[in-house]
């Protein structure tokens, strides 16, 4: 690997500048990704290994960021288990047929990565060569809450009124659909690393909406069963859940490298109470992006400064970068985190 930055500071491993990249940095603010996606439909670009293997390089081409993340969807997961789904453009996912009942649950298996999802580790296997060593490649999958609860619901709320509803008035139900789901996120996981992922990461975009019992309950119990029996050669293990910085200190047990933060939380206070135990990822926040290189640059020295010295840390935006933001603020911003970081190390 020639440069190791991004999984060295994964295991908290010393480094001589804080590595740097972004969730969502295959996307819309890209022009090359335009182009591309202007000649296919989204599903199709997440299905044909290698135009997802092309948009998952071009930040590396582009901006420069110490590690790639495949692009797909997590969604990807619910459709390999037995359900249809859409990408409605400016609404996001639609399941025309969700989950509501204890006989679709039954119906939906437990997905075989290897036959149903093989189309992401072709994309994994295409993009590693194309790569040839240049940065680590990053794996993906959501959470089985968070998965659930698109399932359930049909596609994004404000409520998840249908998912809620589930988890409370037929929890065993509810429980079975988690299993499954759990089950295929793992062996999923597993495959990714096979085909060559040098760490993954597990989105729980959903667990801040949870009450703190319930997250514990449902999201951190399905992360804690994938995370403890995933098959793995030393890969780094990233858990990120939106939202939930009421359970810091409980996902920092339950046995993954890295706890991602979001823009809402100090990372200093962060450091203090789980930091010894893992290594942090983020957390600028993304509206930053939209101010001046200059302000950026302003606002990524504070995130270090928070840090501090020592390894542990990988720059992040506290969530995704949004499809507006000009590519070069995007470009300023791992700039600033090469340039500034290097004090700290």
């Known amino acids: ?106 119906a939906l298996k437990v997905a075989d990565p290897e036959k149903s999802l093989r189309y992401v580790m072709s994309a994994i296997e295409t993009t590693k060569r194309h790569l040839a060593g240049r940065v680590p490649l990053i794996g993906f999958a959501g959470a089985p809450w968070t998965l659930a609860a698109y399932m359930i619901e049909g596609g994004g709320s404000s409520s998840f009124r249908y998912a809620k509803g589930m988890m409370l008035d037929e929890p065993e139900t509810f429980q079975l659909l988690l299993e499954k789901i759990s089950t295929t996120v793992r062996l999923y996981l597993e495959a990714q690393l096979a085909a060559g992922a040098d760490a993954v990461q597990i989105f729980d975009t959903w667990g801040g909406i949870l009450t703190p019992e319930a997250f514990r309950k449902y999201s951190l119990e399905s992360i804690f069963s994938i995370v403890s029996t995933l098959y793995r050669e030393g890969q780094p293990v990233i858990i990120f859940s939106k939202g939930a910085n009421h359970a810091l200190k409980e996902i920092s047990q339950i046995g993954a490298d890295v706890v991602g933060l979001d823009w809402t939380v100090d990372i200093d206070e962060a450091r203090t109470l789980i930091g010894e135990r893992v290594a942090l990822q983020g957390n600028l926040d993304p509206s930053a992006l939209y101010a001046s290189p200059e302000a950026i640059r302003k606002e990524v020295k504070i995130v270090l400064r928070k840090f501090g010295k020592g390894s542990g840390h990988v720059f992040n935006l506290g969530h995704g970068i949004t499809p507006d933001v000009p590519v070069e603020h995007a470009r300023a911003m791992v700039r600033a985190v090469k340039e500034e970081s290097v004090i700290y190390h």
Not at 10 to 22: A, E, I
Not at 53 to 72: H, K, R, W
Not at 76 to 82: D, L, P, R, S
Request: glycine content about 4%; overall charge negative.
């Open 1 to 106: 690997m020639q440069n190791d930055l991004f999984l060295r500071a994964c295991k908290r491993q010393n480094v001589d500048r804080t590595p740097v990249w972004m969730m969502r940095q295959a996307g819309r603010y890209l022009p090359e990704y335009r182009a591309v996606r202007a000649k296919s439909d989204f599903l199709t670009m997440c299905k044909t290994p290698e135009l997802a293997a092309e948009v998952t390089l071009q930040p590396v081409d582009i901006l420069g960021v110490d590690a790639a993340i495949i692009f797909s969807d997590i969604l990807v997961v619910a459709e390999a288990m037995g359900m249809t789904w859409e990408m409605v453009e400016a609404h996001g996912p639609h399941f025309p047929h969700p989950i509501r009942s204890r006989a679709d649950v039954d």
